[in-house]
């Protein structure tokens, strides 16, 4: 298919909306992108005719929300290069997926002592886990530090990997700075230790071509509320030797085989892992959503991202006085996502100014609390590009961040004439 996002448009109803009498400009995609009409539709169709709960009936309905489950399994198992539909676990998001990997095979196959490197700019999803099994395991974890572009420092990791290594959990992509990790370089130094890898992929699978046999990783978490599907559902891919390693935490009605009063036999792989009624719709729209993705083609997904990044840098050298901005100036090292700050302008007030004029982007310190302290920064406004977005996009957004400087300008000057007038 011809990428043509002017055209990809017309699929997104939410993009027809209008916010304060503006067309409404999306840029909050590294949070959560819309939905195109095929995803909404096939949601409420499931609704309307299949719905049925899994696993759990011999009637037609249930046997066909089985199928469709089963076949939404293997549409994410494919989309990722996965060996198989077996390795991949639905989950409630990424989120849910780490916390999932770190408990389940950090309880079973940790020790005191060992260690977990992670880096400095990582999600506080692929944090907190790996943090509690400091408390509940007697773990370290150790942070890899970034170079000023944004880049992760890996001579640092190479140092700092040793025989106590037993995980390395990295983003794919940094939701902040958009770099993009070089996941096969880490996956390298992982295995001379023998230590495992687990990927967040939230903001990267989303946005480029993702193969975990070409990646070489142990685990890769997702959600896929950021790639056109609905939220409630997530993605946690692992080797199938790895899943066998892990033990059932979360348990109850779909994990099991058979249950005496004396033992439990677990379910095969994924189910032992999905925990109660799953979310079936869910699953259903996120097959769709993949399907999109997959016509559109993920090299042209990622192209795009490019061009709408290197315009947009492009564009906010015009703004350089005022404007600082983080992460990579290499565009192969970055995703779609640039964050920034307006001098003496507070980033909340930055985006509430936006949204006044139509246009959605992210402030605060976006789940990065420990990236942002490292950055000396308080908070940073986020603008995140999707397939729908258009130049013509870009230009009124940096239209308006000059707008929104000139004014905080002229009120700043009136604010010290106000300050030396003794006039009453
Ligand atoms: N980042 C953002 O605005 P969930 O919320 O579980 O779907 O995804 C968690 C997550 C994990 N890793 C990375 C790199 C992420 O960016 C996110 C979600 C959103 O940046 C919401 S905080």
Known sequence: MKFNPYTIREDFPTLNRMVHGKPLIYLDNAATTHKP??????????????????????????????????????????????????????????????????????????KPGDEIVITIMEHHSNMLPWRNLELLKGVKVKYVDINDDGTLKYD??????????????????????????????????????????????????????????????????????KMLGPTGIGVLWGKKERLEEMMPLKVGGGTIKDVTLDSVEWNDLPWRFEDGTPNIAGSVGLSVAIEYLRKVGMENVRQHEIELTRYTLKRFEELKDALTWYGPQELSMRGGIVSFNIEGLDHHAVGKALDLLGIAVRTGMHCTHPLHYRLGIKGSVRASFYIYNVKEEIDTFVDSLRTITNVANILSLAQIDRDRCTCG
């Open 156 to 225: 640092e990791l190479e140092r700092m990997v040793n025989e106590r290594t037993k995980i390395i959990a990295v983003t794919l992509m940094s939701n902040v700075l958009g770099t993009i990790n070089d996941v096969k370089r880490i996956v390298k130094i992982a295995r001379e230790v023998n230590a495992i890898v687990v990927v967040d992929g939230a903001q990267g699978v989303p946005h480029m071509p993702v193969n975990v046999r070409e990646l070489g990783i142990d685990f890769l978490a997702f959600s896929a509320h």
């Open 37 to 110: 009409k095929q995803v909404i539709e096939a949601i409420k169709d499931f609704y309307e005719k299949y719905n049925s709960n899994v696993h759990r009936g011999v009637h037609t309905l249930s046997q066909e929300a089985s199928s469709l489950y089963e076949e939404a399994h293997e549409v994410t198992a494919k989309f990722i290069n996965a060996y198989s539909w077996e390795e991949v676990i639905f989950t409630k998001n990424a989120t849910d997926s780490l916390n999932l990997v770190a408990y389940s095979w950090g309880l079973k196959n940790l």
